[in-house]
């Protein structure tokens, strides 16, 4: 006897309904609110893989499997290039992507109506069967990191705003003098008043300024804006 | 003064999903929206994702963002909503005014109702050797890759494990670079399962209580220096990139410099424009929607550029009241749902998917 | 909060009551600052920095002008932050013959009055401002001008007077000035009370309300000026940089202010210097809109268009910012100094109109010498109060 049914690794309550509403045998129900995890109804599944090609998680696996057979197919969504071929032999990986065995590649389907998402389907044995979560992509540098010793104590200054290159000490001593307006901050600093227009470091002045004040963000002050939100040349500005 | 002034009844300010979803909404009300935005494309940062969206068929979900933006932009083709791309909306002034650059000329917009829909900008993070070249935001390393196609290095570390952190990390891997770690100070991940446990299945490992102490390298980076918050130990790994996904702060400089009152909220990417459930602001006919009335889900924008349209719409006389209502009650609706994350967080259900297949 | 006293309480924290403080402290008084927001939030936070003699009005004015800038040389040397003061020297530039003839007779009254102002032609403009258009037909250089940071000038003296022992309150409000016995008593604030007899009103535009809580009209109105920032770029200017219509707003001299429409409501006049960090200010706009700080489309517009007439070769500079402050202003263009018939103890240090940045070392210094010692070295009385009834 044949068996088809899905595997789904969705243990979250987030907002998506696609596997619901794709699958034409309303085997997948989500139901109201769209948050609820997805619960599955084997008797109605007929093993289509729509929802495995369509779950955005691509947590969605189809297993077939063969009473008295020691093998299983597993058919996977898998985003990458090159494709697997046909035949090929693959390192299969489980849900932590370590490696627990070898599988065949018995189907590739990447049509239009998959988007992108191609399903993969590998024969593997029943040992690991239901493991198998994803194939080698490629060998990939995980060279170990190294062992730092005496990096945590030494400060280290650095700039805090690029643009108008202000040391993150310079802001911190004008902090303490008893600004305590962001805006002020910003004028004095100088932090935020260069070619970025703060946008790269506005936010840091403003997480600074709080911890030396222990004052929040919001009671800080935010500084006015000012035109033009973009430089603009003189010229432009003519008219 | 020599800037001409063109007068409209609806401007909308950025033609990503909550502009483009607001100018929809205008149009089907017999409005006649324009909608401006600096990039050359319409459709936001749609265009650079490049993964399926969560949400229902409302939001497009299955679909994968770039997808969304292009059939947004399609649609208002079809309704003929006069979209200015390459148009930098530069300044709102306290009269109303808004000051437009394109690569031509400069000019002034006089509307009846403004629809603020600038978006985000990435949150930096401050570290020594944070401003050495390879350093970047996630969201900068994601346009370059998905939307210029260059890859903004071959070994990166990801400093945190947000959505954003998540999926950039994921998509930099299907661009060919490979992972060396992801940073995450907070004691789990901070964004959605499945998000994680796609980079889990490749074998990449969150470093959960971990910081970066600093990044190292001449002419730009070589190496990042991270420290195990637990043990204190610092272990340095071979980069050639790092990316940051700290979070974003909303775009708040026009409808700052036009009048519109701020309010802090750190949950929604820190200072945001005060706005009500219908996405009026402080000042009188000037709307926010998306991620400059709080950063959120592109699907939240869609709803919200739709409830600024009504908005909109109301209050140049075009929609009555009550049908109004009708329409807004649905989306809030929606809205409600997106946001009804519960709080289950990623990092507490540590159950294996072997355990809890074996049990279905 | 408890009861505070002070032997003198002044109040604002702009340049104008930093050095005053900054004086008091030096003399030994015990000087408590009031400041209803931060240091430098009003006018001292949203200006230029020029410290330009020649827009003086020969007379009191510049005579106050240029002890003034003696007094920048010292504090450049005895305040802890640089202030970036630069004497650069200054340009008046004229774009027409007639103006060029104006400015003439004008630079005669300033030679006259002792200022060393010399008339350079069309080519010695060019050879000293590189880049300027062909349009200018001459101009008026006085070495003297200069520059100077003023937001780094107000903390720096603000920092240098409170270790001296000043004290200085923030987000305080006065609310209510104490008089009895025709001499001042009390200051009521948001933060408590504060005994003091001596009480110095640098208040910059507040200072109209101050003055009513003690029953005096001080007769300032804020007058709102503009300017825009280009990036940061080499130094290429070298000089402060004016034109005629510029200082025909400041002095009032119909002949030479603005000829259009626009340029009267606006109140144009140009401007230009280039400061410590690169960045060039342009400048500027006079307007009466009361407390509105805002920068306006129009007035951007024809900032930028003043600056590409007088220097075609910064066209392509991206201007990345444009703000307004509000400027005391008094009805004749004049500070207001010294102390108000009939209440003891009270003395104002306010209406500079525009002129606060360059005139705060020496109001400072004399508003220090009249509160301890009831005489100033200089005369303040062309400056009294009294000279408006």
């Known amino acids: 006897m044949k068996r088809k049914y899905i595997l789904i690794d969705c243990f979250q309550d987030i907002p998506c309904n696609p596997c619901e509403e794709i699958c034409p045998h309303k085997a997948i129900e989500v139901g109201s609110p769209i948050t609820r995890t997805p619960r599955y109804y084997e008797e109605r599944c007929d093993g289509c893989a729509k929802c495995v090609a369509v779950c955005p998680g691509l947590c969605i696996y189809l297993v077939e499997e063969e009473e008295g057979s020691d093998k299983m197919t597993i058919t996977l969504p898998y985003e990458f290039l090159p494709l697997p071929r046909k035949g090929e032999l693959a390192s299969v990986l489980d849900y932590n992507g370590r490696e627990v065995g070898q599988g065949i590649v018995k189907r590739v389907k990447n049509t239009k109506s998959e988007n992108g998402t191609a399903l993969i389907s590998v024969e593997v044995s029943r040992a690991i069967g239901l493991a198998a979560r994803n194939i080698l992509i490629r060998k990939t540098d995980d060279s170990e990191p190294e062992l730092v010793e005496g990096e945590r104590e030494s400060f280290t200054d650095f700039q805090i705003c690029r643009c108008e290159e202000v040391l993150l000490s310079e802001l911190r001593t004008l902090a303490k003098m008893g600004i305590v307006f962001a805006p002020n901050l910003r004028r004095f600093s100088r932090v935020g008043l260069g070619l970025c227009q703060g946008k790269a470091c506005s936010e840091l002045m403003f997480s600074e300024l709080s911890n030396i004040t222990g004052m929040t963000v919001g009671e800080l002050g935010h500084p006015k804006a000012r035109p033009p939100v973009r430089p603009i040349k003189l010229r432009e500005l003519f008219g | 003064m020599s800037y001409t002034c063109e007068e409209r009844d609806l401007v909308v300010i950025g033609a990503g999903p909550a502009g483009l979803c607001a100018a929809l909404e205008a149009v089907s009300h017999k409005c006649d929206p324009l909608v401006l935005d600096e990039n050359h494309r319409g459709g936001g940062q749609l265009l650079k994702q490049v993964h399926k969206f969560f949400g229902s068929h409302h939001h497009g979900a299955g679909k994968r963002g770039f997808q969304i933006g292009e059939e947004l932009v399609e649609k208002c083709e079809e309704k003929q909503v006069e979209i200015r791309l390459n148009s930098l909306a530069a300044a709102f002034f306290q009269d109303g005014s808004i000051l437009v650059r394109d690569p031509k000329k400069i000019y002034l917009l006089k509307s009846k109702a403004t629809i603020i829909a600038t978006g985000a900008v990435e949150k930096p993070l401050a570290f020594p050797g944070w401003t050495l070249p390879g350093v970047m935001g996630a969201g900068g390393a994601q346009t370059l890759m998905n939307v210029h196609r260059v890859l903004p290095g071959r070994r990166i570390a990801m400093v945190g494990s947000g959505n954003v952190g998540l999926i950039v990390a994921y998509q930099l891997v299907q661009a060919g670079a490979s992972i060396a770690c992801i940073i995450e100070v907070d004691d789990k991940v901070k964004g959605y399962q499945v998000h994680r446990d796609k980079l889990r299945k490749l074998g990449i490992k969150i470093l959960l209580r971990h910081r970066v102490v600093r990044a190292e390298g001449d002419d730009c980076v070589r190496a990042v220096l991270v420290e195990d918050m637990q043990t204190g130990r610092v272990f340095r790994y071979k980069v050639d990139g790092i990316c940051l996904a700290v979070g974003m702060s909303p775009l708040v400089e026009l409808p700052l410099m036009r009048g519109c009152e701020l309010e802090y909220n750190l949950r929604l990417g820190g200072w945001v424009v005060r706005h009500d459930e219908n996405m009026r602001t402080s000042c009188p006919n000037v709307y926010v929607a998306g991620d400059v009335s709080g950063v959120e889900e592109a699907s939240i924008a869609m709803e919200e550029g739709r409830l600024a349209g009504i908005s909109a719409c109301v209050d140049l006389g075009l929609i009555a009241k009550g049908k109004a209502q009708n329409k807004r009650k649905e989306i809030l609706e929606r809205l409600r749902e997106l946001r009804a994350i519960s709080g289950k967080e990623v990092g507490e259900d540590q159950r294996s998917s072997e355990e809890r297949n074996l049990t279905v | ?389």
């Open chain 3, 1 to 389: 909060m408890e009861v505070l006293s002070a032997e003198v309480a002044v109040i604002g924290g702009g340049v104008i009551g930093a050095a005053t403080a900054y004086y008091l402290s030096k003399e030994g008084a015990e000087v408590l600052l009031i400041e209803a927001e931060d240091l430098a939030s009003g006018a001292s936070g949203a200006c230029d920095g020029f410290l330009f003699l020649q827009s003086k009005k020969p007379g009191p004015q510049l005579d106050l002008a240029r002890e003034s800038i003696n007094l920048f040389a010292e504090l450049e040397k005895d305040l802890d932050i640089d202030i970036e003061f630069n004497r650069c020297g200054g340009l008046v530039l004229a774009k027409s013959t007639e103006e060029l003839k104006a400015l003439k007779s004008y630079a005669k009254k300033m030679k006259s009055a002792g200022l060393d102002v010399e008339i350079l032609n069309a080519t010695e403009v060019k050879n000293t401002l590189v880049g300027c258009s062909d349009q200018i037909v001459g101009a008026s250089h006085c070495k003297d001008d200069a520059q100077v940071n003023p937001i780094a000038l107000t903390l720096g003296l603000a920092k240098k007077a409170q270790d001296m022992g000043t004290t200085i309150l923030k987000k305080c409000r006065v609310e209510n000035i104490v008089i009895a016995n025709d001499r001042v008593r009390e200051l009521k604030t948001s933060l408590g009370s504060v005994h003091t007899r001596r009480v110095v009103c640098a208040a910059g535009i507040g200072s109209n309300q101050i003055g009513k809580m003690a029953i005096i009209d001080v007769p300032v109105m804020p007058r709102k000026g503009q300017i825009i920032v280009t990036e940061p770029v080499a130094p290429m200017l070298g000089k402060v940089i004016s034109d005629m219509e510029y200082l025909g707003m400041k002095q009032n001299l119909e002949e030479i202010m603005p000829k259009s429409e626009e340029g009267r409501r606006l109140g144009l006049g140009f401007t230009a210097e280039q400061t410590k960090s690169g960045n060039i200010l342009l400048g500027s706009t006079r307007e009466f809109v009361g407390m509105d700080t805002s920068t306006t489309p129009e007035a951007i517009n024809a900032i930028a268009k003043n600056a590409i007439t007088y220097l075609p070769k910064i066209e392509d500079l991206d201007v990345i910012r444009s703000f307004a402050g509000l400027r005391p202003y008094s009805p004749d263009g004049l500070p207001i100094l010294g102390g108000v018939k009939g209440i003891k103890g009270f003395y104002l240090a306010t209406g500079h109109s525009g002129d606060g940045i360059c005139l705060a070392p020496i109001t400072g210094k004399l508003i220090a010498e009249l509160v301890l010692d009831g005489e100033t070295s200089i005369d303040i009385s062309p400056f009294s109060l009294s000279r408006f009834k």
